[in-house]
């Protein structure tokens, strides 16, 4: 039976891997619209069309994050549950340090790296709490 730290853990772990998702459909999907580039700070077609292959690029890595999480939730779940939980933390460390490493590049974007970091960081200290309650003598 699921407690309460495990179930919370694949919640936030969850909102991390869609919030990713919604970040690749604005980076590779609906990049050429304007008021989706605006969103990013550039102020002009020609700025964004600059930029688009780069963004283009960057969501995908937005992507292949969220399916990660995805394939550490399976694992978890239905799989091999010791690299279910490494799976996942891997996944969810990396959405934290990318979310530090755009607050560090660009202060005036601490919205979008609080939006992008603050669950997947609130899902890491939930999967350790449940490990540490639960497993404490297993590998992780």
Do not use: C
């Not at 998702?21 to 989706?36: H, N, Q």
């Amino acid at each position: 039976m699921a407690t309460t730290l495990q179930v919370l853990t694949v919640v936030f772990a969850s909102i991390a891997a869609l919030i990713h998702v919604l970040i690749f459909a604005l980076e590779s999907v609906l990049w050429p619209k304007p008021r989706v580039w605006r969103r990013f700070g550039l102020k002009s077609q020609a700025d964004a069309d600059v930029v688009e292959p780069m963004a283009f690029n960057q969501g995908f890595y937005n992507l292949f994050l969220a399916l990660a999480s995805v394939l550490g939730l399976l694992l978890l779940g239905w799989g091999n549950p010791i690299a279910g939980k490494w799976v996942l933390l891997v996944a969810l460390a990396s959405m934290v340090l990318a979310s530090v490493v755009l607050l560090i590049t660009n202060r005036r974007l601490w919205r979008a790296a609080l939006l992008q970091g603050a669950v997947p960081l609130i899902g890491i200290g939930l999967l350790l709490g449940a490990v540490a309650v639960h497993a404490p003598l297993t590998v992780i």
